[in-house]
């Protein structure tokens, strides 16, 4: 699904904020995206979005090596991934229930199916009574729910999210991962970044967690009994690993 090889990122001529990043994820498989802030979480996530090219090494995604794929293609590949950023990328003059819809009117889906899927996503995620509010009009947490609904709504390949948890009360961000847990079940490959240790605990995934610019593969808990080898990644080790839904 996924594969990175020695990539490394940079801004301009700062030095590198991921270095020797090699990993491979397999097609359904869920894990967390761990490390202090500032650590290069959002910029991992962007590079697998195609939103950032790596300033070295190989990316593969969906079996394309994204060095050589165009512009014109990214827009297909794209349309793919569900991705929740920390800006949420709301547009402003449409509706809650318009802009989770935006992805299923792309594909063409019949507009009485749209209704029902946008409704019913929007009453899980605790918006029912909000689905004609304008973004302008609702909480940091209330737009974050919905670019979470318009993520997951047209039942992506890979799901990336940035901190979905980070501005919703306990209860509801339990509701999310249930959502994303979902999606998992049904084969979409999840990635989501979070320093929500409860959840983490709670749902028992492996970890790609990010150090100085290095990344390492923990595996879930789980995992860890059934495999008393499976030992805590080091940070700076950099060979290729991977991870596999049991
Ligand atoms: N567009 C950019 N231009 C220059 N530097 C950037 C840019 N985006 C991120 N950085 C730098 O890259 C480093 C990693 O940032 P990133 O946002 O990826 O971290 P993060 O782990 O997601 O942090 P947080 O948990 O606080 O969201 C930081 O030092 C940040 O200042």
């Not at 300033?55 to 994204?66: C, E, I, K, P, Y």
């Not at 979470?148 to 509801?172: C, K, Q």
Request: net charge positive; charged share 25%.
């Amino acid at each position: 699904m996924i594969r990175f090889e020695n990539v490394g990122l940079r801004y301009g001529t700062e030095a590198e904020v991921l270095r020797d990043i090699s990993f491979t994820l397999l097609p359904g498989s869920f894990h967390f995206l761990t490390g202090a802030s500032g650590a290069g979480k959002s910029s991992l996530l962007k590079l697998m979005y195609l939103a950032h090219r790596p300033s070295r090494g190989l990316v593969t995604l969906f079996g394309r090596d994204m060095a050589v794929v165009t512009r014109r293609e990214l827009p297909e590949l794209r349309r793919q991934i569900g991705v929740v950023f920390q800006d949420f990328a709301l547009l402003d003059h449409l509706s809650a229930l318009d802009n989770v819809a935006l992805p299923l009117r792309m594909a063409g889906t019949p507009e009485a199916d749209v209704v029902a899927h946008c409704t019913e996503i929007l009453r899980w995620v605790g918006l029912g009574n909000h689905l004609h509010a304008k973004p302008s009009t609702l909480s940091g947490g209330q737009k974050q729910r919905v670019a979470i609904a318009r993520s997951v709504i047209n039942r992506p390949r890979l799901l990336l999210a940035d901190e979905p948890t980070g501005n919703v009360d306990d209860g509801i961000g339990m509701r999310l991962l249930y959502l994303f847990e979902e999606l998992y079940k049904l084969g979409t490959t999840v990635v989501i970044a979070t320093h929500n240790e409860a959840l983490i605990r709670r749902f028992d995934h492996p970890r790609l967690h990010l150090d100085n610019g290095r990344l390492m593969v923990l595996p879930a808990r789980g995992s860890r009994v059934h495999d008393g080898r499976a030992s805590e990644g080091r940070a700076g080790d950099t060979r290729p690993q991977e991870s596999r839904r049991e």
